[in-house]
Antibody, heavy 118, light 110 residues
């Protein structure tokens, strides 16, 4: 059974940093792209970042480019999101999602909540 | 990237069909056959319903179908059931390893 478990969320002040983690199990992690998708309270889904199976291709939403860094450790079956210079508008539930085919997300975690507030 | 455009809400009675549109540009929806659709019930994680414009993952009822014409993709749900009431999101590849979601559509089953 595929499982994606996010961690690392919490309350953080504007301008500070936070690192999210996603522990994956139930599939061959290094065969698939992985993504972060976020959802602000009461709002829609927003793709944040994606990384290919071998970290050779990485993409970011314009809203986080230059502030967030995605990475993965295939030996540890883990995905990460380093978030710097956090802003109030980064407040959201952050989902870890497994890439299915080229550009879809076939499995999702339950999310970790990030709240940016002073 | 710009968000794709979806209607805020659609509705239909049980047994009827509804179609949700997702309009982008030639740089995303129109440029690639990589559109996916997600269903999200309140308080739950999204669920993949359609990928690569019209393919259905295993376990998704064939009442759900996808299509694309030009810069607009569509999700059609036939034989509406009460459990189909949810938010639906489209997502498209937008080039350079980036993706864009639509704003979401709330489906109400009357």
């Amino acid at each position: 059974e595929v499982q994606l478990v996010e961690s690392g969320g919490g309350l953080v002040q504007p301008g500070r940093s936070l690192r999210l983690s996603c522990a994956a199990s139930g599939f061959t992690f290094d065969d698939y792209a992985m993504h972060w998708v976020r959802q602000a309270p009461g709002k829609g889904l927003e793709w944040v970042s994606g990384i290919s199976w071998n970290s050779g291709s990485i993409g970011y939403a314009d809203s986080v480019k230059g502030r967030f860094t995605i990475s993965r450790d295939n030996a540890k079956n883990s995905l990460y999101l380093q978030m710097n210079s956090l802003r109030a508008e980064d407040t959201a539930l952050y989902y870890c999602a497994k890439g299915g085919g080229i550009t879809d997300f076939d499995y999702w975690g339950q999310g970790t909540l990030v709240t940016v507030s002073s | 990237q710009s968000a794709l455009t979806q209607p805020r809400s659609v509705s239909g009675s049980p047994g009827q069909s509804v179609t949700i549109s997702c309009t982008g540009t030639s740089s995303d929806v129109g440029g690639y056959n990589y559109v996916s659709w997600y269903q999200q019930h309140p308080g739950k994680a999204p669920k993949l319903m359609i990928y690569d414009v019209s393919k259905r993952p295993s376990g998704v009822p064939d009442r759900f179908s996808g299509s694309k014409s030009g810069n607009t993709a569509s999700l059609t749900i036939s034989g509406l059931q009460a459990e189909d009431e949810a938010d639906y999101y489209c997502c498209s590849y937008a080039g350079s390893y980036t993706l864009a979601f639509g704003g979401g559509t709330k489906l109400t089953v009357l």
